[in-house]
């Protein structure tokens, strides 16, 4: 399995960008498909999750200004990232696992058996 992430690029605060991750070996529809990102000095954090192509879960930080979607045919999934802040500032990386992963275990980083290369986002001020 290989996901290969991109998109990431520096935008203003209160700008948008859309991060893509095209995954080979393994169809979207029936896998776990999540982002997660590591701001500088931090951990790695759970963003939000697209299981089974269709159940959305999102980390509040990002409720409401972030959207996880899928493109079937190319097996891609998108992160629309909108009213962008300085702290969504981070490296952000897209992440398969099983299907069957359920929401208290979608911020388990032990529970993907894949990692995409990470992009990185800057948010300026």
Known sequence: VQLQASGGGTVQAGGSLRLSCTVSGRTLST??????????????????????GRMTSYSDSVKGRFTISKDNAKNTAYLQMSSLKPEDTAVYFCA?????????????????????QGTQVTVSS
């Open 96 to 116: 398969v696992g099983s299907e069957r992963l359920i929401t208290s275990s979608l911020w388990l980083e032990a529970h993907y058996d894949s990692w995409g």
């Open 31 to 52: 896998a776990t498909l999540s982002w997660f990102r590591q701001a500088p000095g931090k951990e790695r954090e759970f963003v939000v999750a697209l299981r089974r």
